[in-house]
C-alpha cells in the first residue's frame, strides 16, 4: 500500500503536508471566506426581496379587500338610503292622495246632502202647494157643480185625506 | 511498476515526484502528481464558484447550481448548529468542496486522455491532516467559547451519579477517536473503491490474455459490474464528502452549544 509505505520516504509527507496546506488555504480563503459570503449575501437578498415582495402584495390583497368591503358597505347604504326615500316619497304620496280624496269626499257628501235637504224642501213646498192648489181646485168644483160653497179648511183637509190615504 | 501483463491495484495510489522544491530540515518538499491534482482542484473550484459571482437577482443555471451548493451546506449548518453556525459556513463549505472535488476528480475517466487520474483523498495524509484540522477548530472553539466548563461535554445529561467513573472515560475515547475515524472513513472508501475497480478491470485484461472464450465470459460481467461500481464510486463520492462536512458540523455544534 503506497499510502504506507511511501510514508517512509522524507519527502512524502513534507510533500502532501506542505501541498495540502496550500491548495486547502487557498480554497478556505478565497473561496470559502472570499466568494461564499458573497454568494450567500446574493441569496439573502433575494430571499428578502422576495419575502418582502410577498409581504407587499398580501398587504395590497388587504387594502384591495379593504376597499371592496368600503365599497359594498357604501352601496348597501345608499341602495338602502334610495329604497327608503322611495318608499317614504310612496307612503307621502299616498297619504295626501288618501287626505286629499277624504276631503273631496266630505265636500261631495255635503253636497249631496245639501242637495238632498233642498230637494227634500222643494219637495214639501211642492206638496203643500199641490195640496191648497187641489183644495182650491175641489172647492171649486163642489161650487160649481152643487153651488155650495165649501170652506177652504174643509176641502184642505179632504184633500189632504185624498192624497195621503 | 506493475510487472508486464499484471496490474497491481495498488500502483494507481503511488505519489510521483514531479519536481523538487525546497527544503524543510531534513524534509524535502516537491511538487508532485498529488500536488498538482490538488492545485487542479482549487482552481476548478474557483472557476465553478466564478460562475456564481454574477450575484443576479434571477439567477442563471450556472448561479443556481453554485447557490443549489452553498445553500445545502448553509441549511445543513443552520440545521446542525443553529443560526451561529453562520460563521463555520465558510470552513465546512470550503471542506465539502474540496473533498468532493477531489473524490470526484479521481473518478474521471482522464486515462483515456493519457492523463493519470489520482485520487487525493485515498491518502490518509491528506484525509488525516484535513480530520486533524477540523479536530483542532473543535477543540478551539470549545476552549475558546466555554474554557474549561467544556470538559463537561465528557458527562452527557441524565448521567447517574455512580456511572461517573465510567462515562467520562468513554466519551472522552469516542471523543479522541473522531479524528481518526473522520480520516479513516474517507481513506479506506476512496482506496477500497478504487482498488475495486482495479481489480475488476485487471480481470478483464488477465481474461482477454487467456484467450477469447475466457476473455467474453469474464470480461463482459467484470465491464457491467464495473460500469454498475463506477455510479456507485461516484456515489460514495459524494457521500462521503457529506459525511466529512456533516460529521464537522456536528462535532462543531458540541463545541458551539455545548449541551
Sequence with gaps: ?165 | MADQGKVDPMHQFEVQKMFDMFHVGNHEVAFTTSAMWMVIAGLLLWVFMIGGMKRQLVPGRWQVAVEGFTGFISSMMNANIGPEGRKYTPYVFSLFMFILMLNVIGLMPLGLFGVHPFTVTSHFTITGFLAILSFSIVLIVGFWRHGLHFFSLFVPHGTPWWLLWLIPVIELVSFLVRPFSLALRLFVAMTAGHVLMKVFASFIIDGIAAGPAVGLGVGIPSMALMVGISGLELLVAGIQAYVFALLTSLYLNDAVNLH
Design chain 1, 1 to 165: 500500500m503506497p499510502q504506507i509505505s511511501q510514508f517512509a520516504e522524507s519527502w512524502y509527507a513534507a510533500s502532501q503536508i506542505f501541498w495540502v496546506l496550500l491548495t486547502f488555504g487557498f480554497v478556505f480563503f478565497v473561496i470559502g471566506r472570499g466568494m461564499l459570503p458573497k454568494i450567500e449575501a446574493t441569496v439573502d437578498a433575494r430571499d428578502r426581496k422576495v419575502a418582502d415582495d410577498l409581504a407587499a402584495a398580501k398587504a395590497a390583497h388587504a387594502a384591495a379587500d379593504n376597499l371592496e368591503e368600503g365599497y359594498r358597505q357604501q352601496s348597501d347604504a345608499s341602495r338602502a338610503a334610495a329604497q327608503k326615500a322611495v318608499t317614504d316619497a310612496k307612503d307621502k304620496a299616498a297619504k295626501d292622495a288618501e287626505k286629499r280624496l277624504a276631503k273631496v269626499d266630505a265636500e261631495l257628501a255635503d253636497k249631496l246632502s245639501a242637495a238632498e235637504a233642498d230637494v227634500n224642501a222643494a219637495r214639501t213646498s211642492a206638496m203643500a202647494e199641490i195640496e191648497s192648489v187641489a183644495a182650491e181646485a175641489a172647492g171649486d168644483l163642489v161650487a160649481k157643480l152643487s153651488g155650495v160653497k165649501v170652506a177652504a179648511a174643509d176641502a184642505k183637509a179632504a184633500v189632504k185625506a185624498v192624497l195621503h190615504g
